[in-house]
């Protein structure tokens, strides 16, 4: 069994935190991958907060440094169906922030998806006209508004694309002692947790908390892998490492235990471009949704789980092995044009 040193989590309670996620989310058991390995399922698309998804978390932590400092409105940064735009706007409204969000894309004429419930949640939506990923393009447009919004005194905290900062990846340290405490509790020696990168605070937070647990003498870690699904993170951008060790040290833990080593991300599985479909995320939609009801996105988590349904396949986990897929939500956008993959599902095999 995992063991774990008593109260890890108590390292998190110095720093500003807004309550907004439902915790602990539930450790699932799934059915057997091809190969034989067993899988389970984080339902981190079960935070609750604005129907759910990875974003709670960090935004516990970037909500209360905004809070800390004063902020009365929030400014960030996303594609048009951004499920973190989405989670932020949520927030705001829990938290009564006004919320300005700068989109990619043009104003459609019916909001659909995450649009629709980020403009329910009372955010003003602000469209640039760049595809989505023209991160830099979003970027400058968050800073000129953020600007904008100072001068008028509306007293903006700018949170930048995917809430991909140190204090955002708090939220997922915090998240790796969560699952290894599930495990510990079902039984389990996972050999890894798996999940979706874009702009790599999750994957640093989720390296970060290995970190600490490693270094308090907890033993039999699942490794960290990423499937990275936006062309900078597969470049390196940003460096996960170096975002880890800042999420340490805001933890008052030992920045130097984090190596490039301990970063891994698997590219193969991002197809085109960020945002582009493709038929082996497509596939692995369904797959999920036949065997366990879970629903996944054409964008994050079905590329994410598409390269997990492929590493299996290549034998990278051994027969009777577990692997915990980390669930970071986007069920608003299967209801936005082109959100769901056509044809038939998969069949139980």
């Known amino acids: 069994m995992i063991s774990t040193p008593a109260g890890p989590l108590e390292r998190f309670d110095h720093r500003p ?14 059915p057997g991958l091809p190969g034989g390995a067993r899988l389970w399922v984080k339902r981190d698309d079960l935070t609750g907060l604005g129907a759910g998804g990875n974003k709670a978390r960090k935004l516990e932590f970037l909500c209360g440094e905004a809070l800390r400092d004063g902020a009365r409105s929030l400014v960030t940064v996303g594609a048009g169906q951004s499920n973190h735009c989405r989670m932020t706007a949520a927030a705001g409204a829990v938290l009564g922030l006004e919320v300005h969000l700068v989109l990619s894309g043009d104003r459609p004429a019916v909001a659909t998806g995450n649009q629709l419930l980020s403009a329910l949640f009372g955010a003003q939506l602000h469209y640039v006209g760049c595809p989505p990923h023209h991160w830099g393009e979003l970027a400058i447009a968050g800073e000129l508004l953020t600007d904008e919004l100072a001068a008028a005194g509306a007293a903006p905290h700018s949170i930048p694309i995917g809430g991909s900062t140190a204090v955002g990846a708090l939220g997922y340290a915090a998240a ?6 599930q495990c510990a509790v ?21 390296v970060a908390g290995r970190a600490v647990l490693r270094a308090t003498g907890a033993d039999d870690l699942p490794d960290v892998i990423a499937i990275g699904v936006a062309k900078g993170v597969n470049a390196g951008l940003p460096d996960v490492a170096e975002l880890a060790a800042e999420t340490l ?8 235990s984090v190596t490039a080593a301990d970063v891994e991300i698997d590219p193969r599985w991002i197809g ?3 945002g582009v479909p493709t038929a082996a995320g497509d596939e692995a939609i369904r797959w999920a949704a036949v065997h366990g009801g879970w629903v996944l996105d054409r964008t994050y988590s079905g590329k994410g789980m598409a390269g997990l349904l492929g590493n299996a396949v290549a034998g990278r986990w051994r027969s009777g092995e577990d692997v915990v897929f980390l669930h970071t939500g986007g069920l608003p956008t299967v209801f936005a044009p082109g959100g769901a993959p056509s044809g038939p599902s998969s069949r139980r095999q």
């Open 186 to 206: 079902a039984g389990i020696r996972p050999r890894a947790v798996v999940h979706t990168s874009s702009s790599g605070g999750t994957h640093a937070g989720l």
């Open 249 to 256: 040290d805001l933890l008052d833990a030992d920045p130097d």
């Open 272 to 274: 085109d471009d960020y």
């Open 176 to 181: 790796y002692v969560e699952l290894v405490e």
């Open 17 to 30: 935190r807004s309550r907004l996620a439902t915790l602990p989310t539930p450790l699932e058991r799934g």
